[in-house]
C-alpha cells in the first residue's frame, strides 16, 4: 500500500512570533528535520506550505520523493492545508502520515511503531498515545482521507477524527515527544528543559 507522509507547514506562527518551521531543533529547522524523518519510512512526502512559503521552500530536503505544496487559503485554518496535501497525496495514495511541523520532537522509532500498527490492524486511523493522552502524528487512511476532503471549510478535521475513535487503533509510547506541540516561545524553550531539543 502507497503511504505519502505530510507535513502541515503553512501557518502565520503568530503566537511565536517568527515562522515555526524555521526553528532550530538539533542542528535542524523544524521542517528539514521532520522531512528527513518521513523520508525513509514511506514513499513520497509532501509539505503544505503557504504563509512564508519561499522561505520555508528554501529549507526542505532536497530529495526527489519529497514535494512542496502552496495553499493560498492557508489562513482558513488547517483543514485547508490537510485538504491541500491530501490532494496532492494523489488519489492512488492509501495510507498518509500526517505530521504537523510544530510537533519536531516525535521519535523515529515512534513512526515506525505507528506504521506497524496501521499494516498490523487494518484500522481506519493509529493514533499515538503518551500516559493516556492522544498525540500526533497520526495515520488516516484511504477512507479517512475522503472523509476529510468533504468537509466543509468551517469544519475541524477532529469531527472526522473523533467519529472514528471506536475504530482506531491506539499505540501507547514513551515518546514525550508526540505530545510536544510548540506553538509559543515558552513551549519551544521546554523542547530543550525536557531534554529532547
Not at 482558513?76 to 485538504?83: A, E, P, V
Not at 499494516?119 to 500526533?136: E, M
Request: with cysteine; hydrophobic share 40%; aromatic share 4%.
Amino acid at each position: 500500500m502507497k503511504t505519502v507522509g505530510l507535513v502541515l507547514a503553512a501557518g502565520r506562527s503568530s503566537r511565536m512570533g517568527r515562522d515555526k518551521a524555521l526553528l532550530d531543533y538539533r542542528g535542524r529547522p523544524f521542517v528539514t528535520h521532520l522531512g528527513w524523518l518521513l523520508l525513509p519510512r514511506v514513499d513520497r512526502v509532501v509539505v503544505v506550505l503557504g504563509h512564508h512559503a519561499g522561505r520555508i521552500r528554501e529549507r526542505l530536503p532536497a530529495s526527489p520523493r519529497l514535494s512542496a505544496v502552496i495553499n493560498p487559503d492557508y489562513d482558513r485554518g488547517m483543514l485547508s492545508s490537510l485538504q491541500c496535501g491530501l490532494r496532492a497525496g494523489g488519489e492512488e495514495t492509501g495510507r498518509f502520515l500526517w505530521a504537523l511541523v510544530d510537533h519536531p520532537a516525535v521519535r523515529g522509532r515512534t513512526l515506525d511503531r505507528l506504521l506497524a500498527a496501521a499494516n498490523r490492524s487494518g484500522a481506519p486511523l493509529v493514533i499515538p498515545r503518551h500516559r493516556g493522552k492522544r498525540g500526533h502524528p497520526v495515520v488516516l487512511s484511504r477512507a479517512i482521507a475522503t472523509e476529510l476532503l468533504a468537509l466543509p471549510s468551517h469544519e475541524s478535521p477532529q469531527s472526522v477524527v473523533r467519529a472514528h475513535y471506536t475504530r482506531a487503533c491506539f499505540v501507547d509510547v514513551q515518546d514525550r515527544g508526540v505530545l510536544l506541540d510548540v506553538d509559543n516561545p515558552a513551549e519551544y524553550g521546554r523542547l530543550s528543559a525536557v531534554g529532547v531539543r
